[in-house]
């Protein structure tokens, strides 16, 4: 798959790298609590995946680091969740919780392959 990152701009927006690894840690709180996880039966799998994710935002996000890793679809099914949906939810919530505006979100989701 071949990614574009965004703007740095969006990078700044977002609070750089402490602003994307704050959302991915937020995320993985909520993916843990939520009723269709059980993480902790494969939590080696849960690190990688979520490793590989963080890298991933970095990247999309306008961050400097390239990403070499595997496809976003191949990271979620990793962490073998309902649907897509799912995540796009719990992101979604995790944003509005860390008060990005939302013209950030919009421009989040516009570079994620979440359906």
Not at 16 to 21: A, C, E, I, T, Y
Not at 69 to 82: D, E, I
Not at 107 to 112: G, I, P, Q, R, Y
Request: charged share 25%; net charge negative.
């Amino acid at each position: 798959n071949f990614l574009i990152n965004m703007p740095k701009v969006v990078y700044e927006e977002v609070g750089r790298q402490s602003g994307v690894d704050k959302c991915v840690n937020k995320l993985f709180q909520k993916l843990n609590s939520s009723t269709h996880m059980e993480l902790d039966c494969f939590s080696k799998d849960i690190a990688e995946a979520k490793f590989k994710i963080r890298n991933y935002f970095h990247f999309v996000l306008g961050g400097t680091e390239p990403y070499t890793g595997p496809s976003f679809r191949v990271l979620c099914q990793a962490l073998r969740l309902p649907s897509n949906n799912h995540l796009k939810v719990l992101l979604e919530e995790v944003m509005a919780e860390m008060e990005w505006p939302l013209s950030t979100i919009d421009k989040v989701f516009d570079n994620l392959p979440i359906e």
